[in-house]
């Protein structure tokens, strides 16, 4: 049986961010994923103009609701949710989350906590990062937040590998076990590589990949989604780090050598099932 997911983000008509993102990646891997849009924009905020709407959190509500009346939310192996639009979407998905697991009690919500990165510090609504300190990530059973927004979250500064080994072990205390850093870089990264660090029960594991030359949006809703994926595969988490970050790379460099601005999700999606070059989680 295929895994089911219940994944709650963003969509843009055009590009690849949020659901835009995660959806074609889950289903090229064989799973069903049931998306529900938290936002309808033509295209993503990278661009600097955009246009659509914030969808309401009574609309996200609603949308869960109709699926659960169809009876199935027993199948459902987790939640996916990414960018939330407001606190109140927020609300409406730790809500869904809780209907899905008391539905289907080994079922787990993976909480992207989308709240900005270093290049541009806070880019969500007021309220938001609040409530996924305070309310989402207590009640989330894996997380995968960049290196801003883990700084953000445990008020600590990475510099080191240590640093970063600490602040997500605090993460860890207030719920999520299973733990993915993207976009690490501490002070012996190299200058021409990036680092992706994941944690489970106190131990370690660091993957590395060249870094390439270019600035794209939705990477961390990608890769968010394969570690999901992965982890319900069974995979331990060097195993679900290895995957995902090998196949992340692969559409990355596609991306990279095609000059694009986008992710190149579907030209490149053979990437996202067996990636051109399988890089190693190593113990850290």
């Not at 089911?4 to 064989?30: D, E």
């Not at 409530?131 to 008020?155: K, M, S, V, Y």
């Amino acid at each position: 049986m295929p895994v089911s997911i219940l994944s709650i983000q963003s969509w843009v008509a055009y590009g690849h961010v949020g659901n835009a993102s995660a959806v074609f990646p889950l289903q090229r891997l064989g799973a069903e994923v049931w998306a529900v849009n938290t936002v309808q924009f033509s295209n993503h905020t990278g661009y600097g103009a955009w246009r659509g709407e914030v969808f309401s959190d009574a609309l996200i509500r609603d949308c869960v609701q109709g699926i659960a009346e169809r009876g199935v939310l027993g199948q459902c192996d987790a939640v996916l949710s990414g960018y939330m639009g407001s606190p109140a979407i927020g609300a409406a998905i730790r809500d869904a989350a809780a209907l899905v697991k008391a539905a289907n009690p080994r079922a787990i919500w993976c909480c992207d906590p989308v709240l900005g990165d270093t290049d541009t510090g806070i880019y969500v609504r007021p309220g938001i990062p609040e409530f996924i300190r305070d309310h989402a990530l207590p009640a989330a059973d894996l997380a995968t937040p960049n290196q801003f927004e883990l700084e953000w979250l445990t008020g600590a500064r990475i510099v080191t590998l240590d640093d970063a080994k600490a602040a997500l072990t605090s993460l860890a205390a207030r719920g999520p076990k299973r733990l993915l850093l993207t976009s690490l870089r501490t002070d012996d990264t190299p200058a021409d590589a990036m680092d992706l660090l994941a944690m489970e029960a106190g131990v370690f594991h660091r993957l590395r990949t060249p870094r390439l030359p270019l600035n794209v949006n939705g990477a961390g809703d990608a890769i968010a989604a394969l570690f999901l994926f992965h982890t319900l595969a069974g995979a331990d988490v060097a195993q679900a780090l290895s995957a995902s970050g090998s196949s992340l790379h692969g559409i990355l460099a596609a991306t990279s050598a095609a000059g694009a601005r986008e992710l190149q999700t579907v030209t490149a999606q053979q990437e996202w099932v067996t990636p051109s070059t399988l890089f190693p989680a190593l113990p850290c």
